[in-house]
């Protein structure tokens, strides 16, 4: 049986982490949010190797390299995970609107239409959650 801590982000790791950070010129904030985005952790430590793996391959970008050419591309599901920071929502959140949507179980695995589609839906939920509630001005 594995302890937790053979599970939990490498020093390594968390050094490869705020090397491409600051190539990409991110600040501490910036990073933080693209943990809880991706982990839904508030902890870099917290995270787990391989959590720590896809946020390492997404700031050098070498998350999407293998993949197919109809998939979402790394910016897509970015924008994704933008979106439903902006609104929010845990990752758990997130999964479950694209099961509901997109009726794909994980991001990773939609399609650069589906991800289109995803993004759509997220930017006009945002656009209706900030828009300012009317009145009733009749007299």
């Not at 990409?24 to 693209?34: A, P, R, S």
């Not at 917290?46 to 999407?64: R, S």
């Not at 991001?107 to 930017?123: P, V």
């Amino acid at each position: 049986m594995k302890k937790q801590e053979d599970k939990l982000i490498t020093k390594p790791q968390i050094k490869k982490v705020w090397v491409a950070a600051k190539e990409l010129g991110l600040t501490k904030e910036d990073v933080y949010k693209c943990i809880e985005m991706l982990s839904g952790k508030d902890s870099m430590r917290a995270m787990t190797k391989d959590e720590a793996k896809t946020l390492i391959d997404l700031l050098t970008g070498e998350y999407n390299k293998d993949k197919e050419e109809h998939m979402a591309t790394d910016r897509q599901i970015y924008k994704i995970y933008e979106y439903s920071n902006e609104l929010n929502w845990s990752v758990k959140a997130l999964m479950k609107f694209i099961r509901k949507y997109a009726h794909v179980d994980h991001i990773n695995w939609l399609d650069k239409k589906a991800a289109s589609n995803i993004i759509e839906g997220l930017k006009n939920i945002s656009a209706r959650q900030n828009q300012p509630k009317k009145t009733n001005t009749r007299g």
